[in-house]
């Protein structure tokens, strides 16, 4: 059980957040977990699908927006988010289950993606404080400046997401994923 009101649908929440949630219903065809429960706060639904839209149109692949979503989730310990990027990651990006633990594990099969993702891991795990040789290391694999601050912007969004998650509790809605063996 969430720590906080979960909104049961869309009409229980705040009035402000309805039309996001609407939009979000809309797009995905249900409303999960994370936006009910996000939607207490209409500006920070709205600052979330704002800033989750603008990196939709980004240059990163939903591939690689993906792998960095499930290394950051994996990270930061949001079971919550491990399950929907899991979910989201073979169903809309159509990665392997083989990739799915591998960017759990901080790395993919593909070495553009592998440089990006673990890129996203130094910055997630040293909450920024990434090295010179870091950010040559993801420019050399052919990452151009803005493509190094949109992935820099996908740990960010992530990292908001695993925040709200594990501090409310919120109930998974997704098929749960196992723990990764050490």
């Given amino acids: 059980m969430s720590r ?10 705040p009035e402000a957040s309805k039309g996001s949630l609407e939009a ?12 009910r429960i996000v939607a207490n706060s209409p500006q920070t639904l709205e ?7 603008a990196l939709g149109k980004g240059s990163l692949s939903p591939q690689t927006r993906e792998r960095i979503a499930l290394a950051v989730a994996q990270i930061n310990g949001c079971n919550y ?13 159509r990665l392997s289950k083989a990739e799915i633990e591998a960017a759990r594990r901080g790395t993919s ?4 993606a592998a440089a990006a993702v673990s890129f996203a891991v130094k910055i997630a795990r040293n909450r920024g404080a990434v090295s010179d040789s ?8 052919g990452y151009s400046d803005a493509e190094i601050v949109e992935i820099i912007g996908n740990v960010a969004l992530n990292t908001l997401t695993n925040y709200i998650n594990e501090v409310l509790g919120t109930e998974i809605d997704f098929p749960v994923v196992d723990t990764l063996a050490a």
């Avoid at 906080?4 to 929440?13: E, G, L, V, W």
């Avoid at 809309?26 to 999960?32: F, R």
């Avoid at 988010?81 to 990006?93: I, K, M, Q, V, W």
């Avoid at 870091?134 to 694999?141: M, P």
């Fill in 4 to 13: 906080i009101h979960t909104p049961a649908s869309i009409n229980d929440a």
């Fill in 109 to 112: 099969s593909d070495a553009k």
């Fill in 47 to 53: 600052g979330y699908l704002g800033l989750n839209g």
């Fill in 24 to 35: 979000v219903n809309k797009l995905l065809g249900s409303v999960p977990n994370l936006f």
């Fill in 134 to 141: 870091d950010l040559q290391a993801v420019r050399d694999a």
């Fill in 81 to 93: 988010c491990l399950a929907a990027h899991s979910y989201l990651g073979t169903n809309l990006a």
